[in-house]
């Protein structure tokens, strides 16, 4: 694992939420992206070397819409870059945690992700993320 990557954070609001960590962070969204696959819109803000997630649900099927249903708004996740991210599945598979998918899938921004249970991770939705080679050919 390199570095936090990013932190998501569910919000009900994202033109809303974007407005109070701009303000926070002194930095404008760099970028929003609609990630249909996960059921989310997003918005990346800048914070040094790491980067702020705002993720809205796209409909009631998100895993965005059943968090914030459940706990509010608030932490969703923390996502990690790693360099080889199949090699990283192996590892952790292989220390015990749940992964949530067996291949990588293609997230926001690039980057090729796995989601790791929270209920094998103390409570914590993990995310790993490798920057992607390339475009997709045909979906990742
Ligand atoms: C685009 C992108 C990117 O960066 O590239 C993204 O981040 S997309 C971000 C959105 N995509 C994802 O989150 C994809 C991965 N997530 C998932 O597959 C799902 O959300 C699960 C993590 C499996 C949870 O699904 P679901 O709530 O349907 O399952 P469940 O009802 O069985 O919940 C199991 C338990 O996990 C808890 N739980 C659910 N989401 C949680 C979270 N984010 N952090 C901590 N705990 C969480 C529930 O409260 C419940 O606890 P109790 O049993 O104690 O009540
Ligand atoms: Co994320």
């Not at 569910?10 to 939420?17: H, L, S």
């Not at 989310?40 to 965005?64: C, H, M, R, Y």
């Not at 598979?93 to 790791?116: H, M, T, W, Y």
């Amino acid at each position: 694992m390199n570095k936090v990557e990013h932190i998501g954070i569910a919000v009900t609001d994202i033109k809303i939420a974007s407005l109070i960590y701009e303000k926070l962070l002194n930095t404008p969204v760099y970028k929003t992206e609609r990630v249909a696959r996960e059921g989310v819109q997003t918005a990346f803000l800048q914070a040094g070397p790491n980067k702020i997630e705002l993720l809205q649900a796209l409909d009631d099927d998100s895993p965005i819409a059943k968090f914030i249903a459940k706990k509010g708004e608030g932490i969703h996740h923390i996502a990690f870059d790693v360099t080889d991210i199949v090699a990283e599945m192996a590892r952790l598979k292989n220390q015990g945690f749940v992964l949530l998918s067996d291949e990588p899938k293609r997230g926001a921004d690039n980057k090729l992700v796995c989601f790791i249970h929270p209920k094998s991770a103390n409570g914590v939705l993990i995310e790993l993320c490798q920057e992607a080679p390339r475009p997709p050919e045909g979906g990742v």
